[in-house]
């Protein structure tokens, strides 16, 4: 269904402005994308919407890009980032049976959200710190040559936070 324009998202005064600063410029999509991320934690889809009307790019554009670079999320993450490394070292090392424990420990499956909006779990190909294989983060939080009796103390330590 297309939205009329009287049905248009208000933005921020911040992201407004910035989408009107890169209209015109090269690139301004991916930018302007990447600032409603980082306004949001994802993109929204009225403001998708709002975006293919202020710059006249087709809807249809904006999210080819938003689904083809793995950076844009599509739905709402959950207070807690989980991220399990599934980077080769991490791989080989147990990042698969990790992501398959968080999984079955919080009913969620990769790349979505608890019912509660508390968690949010995917796979990321590297972060960086293949001698402490397999590493996840929370948050941002580095956890290394994690084992799978670990999460629940883990999980335990952000819950509720």
Not at 8 to 30: M, T
Not at 46 to 65: F, M, N, Q
Not at 86 to 100: I, P, Q, S, V
Request: hydrophobic share 40%; proline share 4%.
């Amino acid at each position: 269904m297309f939205e009329k324009e009287t049905d248009a998202v208000v933005l921020s005064a911040s992201l407004s402005s910035f989408v009107s600063e890169w209209k015109s410029k090269p690139g301004n999509l991916i930018m302007i994308l990447h600032k409603v991320q980082e306004e949001f934690g994802y993109i929204p889809r009225e403001v998708a919407l709002e975006l293919s009307r202020r710059l006249d790019v087709p809807l249809a554009k904006i999210y080819g890009v938003i689904t083809f670079y793995h950076f844009f999320k599509l739905s709402k993450p959950g207070k807690h980032k989980v991220q399990v490394c599934m980077g080769t070292a991490c791989y080989l090392k147990g990042g698969e049976d990790l992501l398959r424990n968080f999984e079955q420990l919080l009913s969620l499956p990769v790349n979505s959200s608890t019912e509660d909006g508390e968690f949010s779990l995917e796979a990321v190909r590297c972060i960086g710190c293949c001698g402490l294989a397999p590493v996840m983060t929370i948050d941002g939080e580095v956890f290394g040559k994690v084992t799978a009796d670990q999460l629940p103390d883990i999980i335990a330590k952000f819950k509720g936070v």
